[in-house]
Each structure stands twice: as C-alpha cells, then as structure tokens.
C-alpha cells in the first residue's frame, strides 16, 4: 500500500534527524543513535546484507559518519530528504577499488552494522521511503571506475622550499637566500657560479682559490669576521688607507703650490697626508705617504 506524503515525512525525520513522530513513534529515549554512517560497496549488498557485504577496502577507506541532525541531513520534504553538507570519503592510498554502490547504516566499524539503505551510484535500483535521501548524494558520486592513488598523489608533492617562519613571505625567503650557502648556489653557467668564482685560480685540478685582492676574496669575506676596510688593495695600503690619500688630495687643504714642495692635508687639518716634490712643470720625483 501506498504511504503518504506525510507519513513519508515523518519517517525520514525520525531516522535521518532524530525527530520524534508525535503520538507515534520516538527517538530512543537511552543511548539513541546520534550518527548514521555510509560505506562504499563494490557491488550491491543486497537487502539481506550488512554494511560488511561487498564493502570497500581501498587503503584509507573508512565509513563516514553523519549527524542525525538538520546540519548532517535536510528537513524531509516531498516524501524524500538528503545530505544537508558535501560528504566526502578518504583518498585511496596505495590500492584502488571500483565503487558501484553507497549505503547507509548505524555502524562506523569494522562491525556487521545494521544496513538501513543501500543505492546503486549509477543511477539504478528500487529507492523507496528512506532510499530517497540518497538523491543528491548519488548525483555526487555519479560513476564508476578505478581508483588509483598514483596520480593523485602526485598532486599533493611538496616542493622543496626551505623558509625561515611558519608563512611564505618575501621576508622570510629574502631570509632564505642571504642566508644561503654559496656552495649550494653553484650551478654551471649561473651567476652564483660567477660571484663564487670571481677573481679565483686555478691551483690544481679540482681546486679553485681566492686570489688575494681579489673580488672573489672581498665576496668570501663579506658577511664573515673580516673587514673589507683592512684588506690590502695596492703595495701594503688598505682600503681604508687610500681613501685616506684621497680624500686629502681631493678634499683637504694644500700649501707651497707654485714651488717645488706641496703638502696635501688630511681633513681635520692636523697632518701633512701627503709631501711631494714637485719640478716646475709639476712633475713629482718624490712623494711620501702618511696614511695612518
């Protein structure tokens, strides 16, 4: 016989949302259910089945558990209710399986767990009273073939990205690279072959130097305990000496111009920096250095 629309209704909401029929039927007043659990098939369970018949065992599998509330399954309308939310089983792992069937039981295990409705994913077989909540989860699961994990999988590869901090940021890759070693940045052809190898000889096969005063010493240095100011540039001057030199020459006061001794000072005016005798073309025959 027939069941009404209604009635239909009534017994949806007390299955799926655990909602009393009044002056019928109640939810368990002990221990009541407070999920439904659905499980894959790789064939129909049949309705003498359990949830153990021709279940899925792809690795990762288990069942899916589903609040018997309206937020785990829609207000029964039309003689018919379905999954309130997107039901999702876990990705295969190493072995796949070929899905033809879902159902809906009370267990979550392992366990023969009491099969309340069971569905063909493709669309066919008899779906009466409770089967209709199935509806929109069939739409979902449309189809049948094998799952493989390979594929997938590869999807899901970290890369090799090695920051400072819990987010990628310009920050904290900006960290990474001037934290970098040169040896890791050595590519041939790359630039930080270039910067690592500028001003280097070879000594023997398979070994490269720094020569001193060179650009590739001055890169090896920088960042470590050394200071580029000390590093000797030309005939036992650092770099700190000749700009001393310099700056007088090119900043600081001078006297005896037009005669044949000329005296450069140094900025704060309290050395002679730099004493040369000059010809009266100019030409200096002797000069003497005080860079200290």
């Known amino acids: 016989m027939p069941k009404a629309t209604t009635t239909c209704d009534k017994i949806l909401a007390l299955i799926f949302n655990a909602v009393a029929w009044a002056n019928m ?20 369970p049949g309705v003498g089945g359990s949830q153990l018949t021709n279940e899925a065992a792809y690795t990762n599998y288990v069942r899916v558990a ?12 039309g003689g018919e209710t379905s999954n309130a939310a997107l039901v999702q089983f876990a990705q295969c792992g190493v072995t796949g399986a070929t899905i033809t069937h879902v159902a809906i039981g009370t267990a979550s295990a392992d366990i023969v767990g009491k099969l309340e409705a069971a569905a063909d994913l493709a669309g066919s077989g008899d779906l009466e009273g409770a089967l ?23 999807a899901f590869m970290s890369a090799n990205i090695v920051v400072t901090g ?20 050595n590519s041939a052809g790359s630039m ?15 070994l490269i130097i720094p020569c001193a005063g060179s650009m590739g010493e001055k890169l090896n240095d920088a960042g470590s305990a050394s200071n580029p100011w000390t590093e000797v540039i030309e005939s036992g001057y650092t770099a700190a000496e000749i700009m001393r030199l310099l700056a007088a020459v090119m900043a600081g006061k001078s006297n005896g111009g037009g005669g044949t001794t000329i005296n450069f000072r140094d900025l704060a005016d309290t050395k002679d920096r730099i004493t040369a005798t000059v010809d009266t073309n100019g030409n200096r025959s002797t000069v003497v250095k005080d860079a200290t």
């Open 66 to 77: 589903v609040a018997r509330t309206t937020s785990g399954w829609a207000v029964p309308s």
């Open 25 to 44: 039927a109640d939810n368990a007043a002990s221990s009541p259910f407070t999920n439904l659990y659905l499980s894959l098939h790789t064939a129909d």
């Open 132 to 154: 209709g909540a199935l509806a929109d989860l069939a739409a979902s699961l449309e189809g049948a073939g094998a799952v493989s994990a390979a594929a997938v999988a590869k």
């Open 192 to 206: 930080g072959e270039k910067l690592n190898d500028a001003g280097r000889t070879n000594i023997t096969a398979g």
């Open 166 to 185: 819990d987010l990628l940021t310009a920050e904290t890759v900006a960290q990474s690279v001037w934290a970098a070693a040169a040896s890791a940045s």
